[in-house]
């Protein structure tokens, strides 16, 4: 079990948020969280690399409770990728996938270089890799920011609705790159609106509403036999939107 | 003929007199210059105090006293502090010289309008920018120097440059400590024939050419280092 999370509790002033969360994750493991806006999905992801300090409960990160680690060490292990790419503007493309591994992983530069690029190639932004990032379209923001975390050859990866800010046409080369690198094998949590990507990419799909966990099973089993009554409805809704 | 002396005495007092307002010229610039550079450096430390995230209970501390610092600054005349720094020095038995009282009164004041204004540029970079290094593993410190605070200072190059421009015209004050700058030279090279008038219109002139070559090549400055960094929220 490379990730679990316990009780996880989270208020924002006297709104509670996240209310009793409790999920493992397994190596290799892709899991989609979905649910519908204000859920808690985005906040429960920003616990997991402290982005967001939980109220109460416990995150155990490889065996150790990610209270007691290093904020650093424990983020530079996690990849994250957010909703609005944030990319470092005053940095090139090549220089977004290095800066990380210089200064936290202190890596030499031409190792870093190295590494980088070949992150680059696997997104496909290889050929961009001087390029200034303001110049890149939305769809090429995000598969440099999936290079980026890539580069620091995380253990597991984190993406906030890495789509829900992309044009449509631009949505698809995003979910190709993700559907790549989860078939290398690495270990993910995606938040996604993207139902049918979560039922094509994900392993296992947690449901989320209002600040708990509703549903949580395998993919098919998700898709074909929810046991919960809101999930059928959220499902239900889907399916008639899709149609 | 009003106009022939008028313009006859600026002849003469700048032929007589060319070495000393030259010499003005040197240190209105020297001023300026040290002036922002210096507080340019102090006011990225005291703007970093100023916005630092989930600060220390040191850091809180330092920021009472930053900000105090800022508001009593801004808040009272260049030429009074001037004269409170220049005097107090010597009172308390550091007998220092007029220049050097100068510049550092105008550091001093120069760190708090640049503290003010680094603050605004760093609030000006998206906090994602912030989120997104943090993620990576960069702590506070790091990802203010390696992504912030270029991206901040890009922001207030305009503003800065604004700084010394205004400094250049503002360092007159510091003849009330008898710093011989373009003011003060001009002044004492009109005084001596009685030519106020005639004397202040070479100060004039100068410090419209100082002001407006200083404007030209800070814009040009400007241009090379790029157009502000913004985030363009849109997907494209």
Known sequence: MILSIKNLKKDFGDGEV???????????????????????????????????????????????NIKDMNVNVLRSKIGMVFQSFNLFNNMNVIKNCMVGQIKVLKRAKNEAREIALKELERVGMQD???????????????????????SMNPEIMLFDEPTSALDPEMVGEVLNVIKEVKDTGMTMVIVTHEMQFAR???????FMNDGVILEDSPTEEFFTNPKNERTKEFLKRYINSSN | MLYASYFGWIGRIVEEYSLQILKGIGITLLLSLVGTVVGFIIACIFSYIKTKKDAGVICRILRVFVNAYVTVIRGTPMMVQALIFYYSFKLMGINWDPLTSGLFT??????????????????????????????????????MLFVIYPQAIKNSMAAIGNEFIVNIKDTSVLNVIGVIEVYNACLMAGNKYFKV????????????????????????????????????????
Not at chain 1, 138 to 149: D, L, T
Not at chain 2, 126 to 139: F, H, I, L, P, T
């Open chain 1, 18 to 64: 996240l209310k009793d969360i409790n999920f493992n994750v397994e190596k290799g493991e892709c899991i989609c969280v979905i649910g519908s806006s204000g859920s808690g999905k985005s906040t429960m992801l920003r616990c997991i690399n402290l982005l967001e300090t939980p109220t109460s409960g416990e995150i155990i990160f490889d065996n150790q």
């Open chain 1, 128 to 150: 961009f890799k001087d390029k200034d990032v303001k110049s890149l379209s939305g769809g090429q923001k995000q598969r440099v920011a999936i290079a980026r975390a890539l």
């Open chain 1, 200 to 206: 094509d990419v994900s392993t296992r799909i947690v």
């Open chain 2, 106 to 143: 105008v550091s001093i004041n120069t760190t708090a309008y640049l503290t003010e204004v680094l603050r605004g540029g760093i609030e000006s970079v998206d906090n994602g920018q912030y989120e997104a290094a943090r993620s990576v593993g960069m702590g506070s410190f790091q990802t």
């Open chain 2, 197 to 236: 008038v005639e004397a202040m219109s070479i100060a004039a002139i100068i410090y419209l050419v100082l002001t407006l070559t200083s404007s030209y090549i800070l814009k040009a400055i400007e241009k090379r280092v790029g157009s502000p960094v913004k985030e363009i929220t849109s997907s494209n």
